[in-house]
T-cell receptor
């Protein structure tokens, strides 16, 4: 276990549904991340939160809406998704995302496998 | 782009053999990390090597870094069936790592 949990682990939803993915980290980290992993593609960074403030939005469509109520919890709200949004959604955390000169180890959750019908 | 690219895309070996995966990147880095991912799971950090280091070991893992060639290699010695997974290198010019497509390793018992 990495100390990062994600729920649900699997989700099937229709294009008109609204659902939310949840991520929780028990590591005392200050930065949290959402990634999308599709087959045969590199891991795509979606959002970064640092001390509850969003610091990166990697041109993600507005049908994905993140929320970070505190440093331990991160949500990804989904609405009117498309079939091409089907993927594995990974949450990660790191001690901090401050400082431009070093890269920090990320701790990943097990992911939510999303299927949009 | 800072993105690292792993090579080969897929590798199939017998248990007990060594497995070598390579990563190439395009711009200068401060450090490079290797991660492992079992099918359908999250990534797990394996090892970090800094730009001023040339080689690093962790158990059966050996990582090298050649900043002049902008490349890194991950060697898994005496592989086991449990090493079957995808392996990713991660590079960054700031604090956010960029991952490649990974190398899919299959170790046959």
């Amino acid at each position: 276990e990495t100390g990062v949990t994600q729920t649900p682990r699997h989700l099937v939803m229709g294009m008109t549904n609204k659902k939310s993915l949840k991520c929780e980290q028990h590591l005392g980290h200050n930065a949290m991340y959402w990634y999308k992993q599709s087959a045969k593609k590199p891991l795509e960074l979606m959002f970064v939160y640092n001390f509850k403030e969003q610091t990166e939005n990697n041109s993600v469509p507005s049908r994905f809406s993140p929320e970070c109520p505190n440093s331990s919890h991160l949500f990804l709200h989904l609405h009117t998704l498309q079939p091409e949004d089907s993927a594995l959604y990974l949450c990660a955390s790191s001690p901090t995302s401050g400082g431009a000169e070093f890269q920090e180890t990320q701790y990943f959750g097990p992911g939510t496998r999303l299927l949009v019908l | 782009s800072q993105q690292g690219e792993e090579d080969p895309q897929a590798l199939s070996i017998q248990e007990g053999e060594n497995a070598t995966m390579n990563c190439s990147y395009k711009t200068s880095i401060n450090n490079l990390q290797w991660y492992r991912q079992n099918s359908g799971r999250g990534l797990v950090h394996l090892i970090l090597i800094r730009s001023n280091e040339r080689e690093k070991h962790s158990g059966r893992l050996r990582v090298t870094l050649d900043t002049s060639k902008k490349s890194s290699s991950l060697l898994i010695t005496a592989s086991r069936a449990a090493d079957t997974a995808s392996y990713f290198c991660a590079t960054a010019k700031s604090y956010i790592p960029t991952f490649g497509r990974g190398t899919s390793l299959i170790v046959h018992p």
